[in-house]
């Protein structure tokens, strides 16, 4: 032993308790086994002072006739009992930390108060020699007083204990509770704190939360629901319009394919009929792209069918022309086009058909034509390291080939027909005149190849390998 723990034993063990709450405050969140040693070596160099100097947390101070002394001696014991109690609640927290997660905060907080409060009544009857059973009867009436006057707060706390329990949802879960929805940010004793998609934050009582219908958005973890409806109408033939609404599920290629999606007639009146598409994504960052797309794909796939989404406006029906003049008319190249010469560039188009999984064109050919998509879902394949895999799709109104007619070179995709396709083809013989007289579709078209180009290049760069770091047994290892 230290001479100056020796020579100063009282005044040492209050040194020791200061330097317990500076470590703890120093020493960070990541260092917990560190925390915890130090605070377990502390309390046994603390418990080893007392009992030195002849302190016994199981009796009074004795030290009657001096009263400082006995005073300061009372409040070592007393502070043995609450540095035991803090020391036992750590360490059962961290044991619970790892076992049970986050979710045990609360059982750690409840057991914690428990323990403290033994410590408490226990320094009261060994240190302060007090007659516990009327503290205990006269705490027992408080405590009903307290807990009448705390209802609310005591059935949050209860409720917490429930949901921890059952865990219907834990942290970072995305979650619903009567309607309000949001990411799981902290589930404390009082209440539940939710990241709402606006970037407030919801606090939902535990007592509300325990009541209430929840919709768990993230169990189970591996996909999320979406779902989007379209009104159309009544006189439009359903199957035709399920048909074209079923292109538009295989056009977004980020809808998982197990479960597969599905759609279905979900009302119908004399004032049209409301469609729902159905499906799921791997992440929940994909939810409102995917909507957006595709109620995008929707309504390509629905023009192409020649059905139109219902509106309130009354309208004057549109002149009939041709499905080549209205492709022409939609496209964001070939729109700036003069009325006579979308008829005459609608006379040179050509239709053709592809099976499903009928090669359209193939990457590295040049061609010496444009397809224009009429209808159908149109596949665009990469390869990366000698592997070929599925970049993107392409629906109605989308063009291909056009590195051909601008620079007779090739992309290195594969077009291929995903479900059953329509193309118009225009000839280069007959396209390449017109575009060096209207500058305004040459650079359209070249703005497209730039941007399919990068694409095709980010798609197929290769993720450089992350060397593994070796520790010292795996280079002891290698040298032998």
């Given amino acids: ?53 002849g302190l016994n947390p199981m009796q009074a101070a004795p030290f009657p006739d001096n009263v400082p002394l006995h005073l300061a001696a009372t409040a070592l014991q007393i502070g043995w ?14 044991v619970m930390m ?57 059935s949050d706390v209860f409720s917490g204990i429930v949901l921890n329990t059952t865990k219907p949802y834990q942290i970072d879960d995305w979650i619903a509770i009567d309607g309000t929805e949001g990411r799981v940010i902290d589930i404390d004793w009082r209440a539940t ?42 006189h439009a033939r359903p199957n035709v319009v399920i048909e074209a609404l079923e292109r538009a599920m295989q056009g977004c290629r980020f ?9 279905a007639v979900k009302s119908a009146s004399s004032a049209g009929v409301e469609y729902e598409i159905k499906g799921f ?23 192409a069918s020649g059905i139109r989404l219902l509106s309130n406006v009354e309208t004057e029906p549109p002149a009939a022309v041709s499905r080549p003049r209205a492709l022409l008319e939609s496209s ?21 058909t592809f ?21 159908g879902v149109v596949s665009v394949a990469l390869s990366r390291s000698g592997t070929k895999f599925e970049a993107g799709r392409m629906g109605p109104g989308e063009v291909i080939g056009e590195a051909g007619i601008l620079s007779d070179s090739s992309v290195p995709a594969d077009f291929s027909a995903k479900t059953f396709c329509t193309l118009y083809r225009i000839e280069k013989s007959y396209l390449k005149p017109c575009l060096d007289a209207r500058h305004d579709i040459n650079d359209a078209m070249k703005a497209l190849l730039d941007f399919r180009m990068h694409s095709a290049e980010a798609f197929t760069r290769e993720t450089p390998k992350v060397a593994q770091k070796r520790g010292f047994l795996d280079w002891l290892r290698h040298r032998a």
């Fill in 281 to 303: 994504v791997a992440s929940m960052d994909q939810k409102r792209a995917v909507c957006n797309s595709l109620y995008d794909l929707a309504y390509r796939h629905l023009q």
């Fill in 81 to 94: 009992w609450l540095f035991a109690a803090r020391t036992l609640t750590v360490l059962i927290g961290t």
């Fill in 332 to 352: 964001t190249i070939f729109s700036t086009l003069r009325q006579e010469e979308k008829e005459t560039f609608s006379q040179n188009m050509t239709l053709q």
């Fill in 193 to 234: 704190r939710m990241q709402t998609s606006q970037g407030a934050m919801a606090v939902i009582p535990n007592s509300l939360a325990a009541k209430a219908k929840i919709i768990n958005f993230s169990r189970p973890s591996d996909m999320f629901g979406v779902s989007i409806s379209l009104q159309v109408s009544p």
């Fill in 1 to 53: 032993m230290l001479p100056v723990l020796t020579d100063h034993p009282l005044l040492s063990a209050m040194v020791l308790i200061l330097i317990d709450m500076v470590l703890w405050r120093l020493l960070s969140a990541s260092g917990n086994r560190w925390k915890l040693a130090a605070r377990v070596g502390i309390f046994g160099l603390y418990s080893v002072l007392l009992f030195n100097e």
């Fill in 98 to 154: 790892q076992r049970v997660g986050h979710t045990g905060r609360l059982l750690q907080d409840l057991l914690g108060a428990v323990i403290f409060l033994i410590a408490i009544i226990a320094a009261m009857a060994y240190v302060l020699d007090l007659p516990v059973k009327g503290v205990l009867a006269t705490s027992g009436a408080v405590a009903i007083i307290v807990g009448l006057a705390l209802q609310s707060t005591l």
């Fill in 255 to 263: 809808l998982l394919s197990k479960p597969g999606p599905s759609v």
């Fill in 355 to 375: 099976r499903a999984g009928e090669m359209i064109l193939p990457g590295g050919e040049v061609s010496d034509h444009l397809f224009i998509i009429e209808s």
